[in-house]
């Protein structure tokens, strides 16, 4: 279930359902497709999803929207989803918004790191809507808001 203290949820059934209040969600991809699929799960749902592809346009929406989850992807082109979690843990407006961080990376290291930055969950990369969906659900169930 943990890598270095970050959560990992998988789910194994095409078979659920799932039933969540509408938040706003953010998500930080440089991918325009990924976020695109990731943005179209997450409104299928009924989450109002706003995008960004840079550290700076996701902390300007962070601050804006006060999301109820942020899924960051953590190797941004030039930047690092690292740096904008570390953005977020030391503003006061948006030290309590959830990360999940979206990688490929899987060395331990790699685990310590995102620990260190305060990503709450991991989302392994390659994932599937069912992952998307009970991350989600994970991080938004356990008190965001």
Known sequence: MSRSGIGRYRVHSDN?????AKKTIIV???DP??????????????????CAA??????????TYQPAAMLVDVQLGTESGLDLMSRLAGDPKTTAI???AMTALD???????LDEAGAVALLEKPFSAADVVAIV?????????
């Open 28 to 30: 930080v991809e440089d």
């Open 16 to 20: 659920y359902t799932l039933s969540v």
């Open 98 to 100: 959830p990360v999940v």
């Open 33 to 50: 497709l990924t976020a695109r699929l990731v943005a179209d799960v997450l409104e299928t749902l009924g989450h109002v999803v706003e």
């Open 54 to 63: 840079t550290v700076d346009h996701a902390f300007r929406l962070a601050k």
């Open 107 to 113: 060395g331990p290291q790699d685990g310590a790191a």
């Open 137 to 145: 659900a994970a991080v938004i169930g356990a008190g965001a808001k």
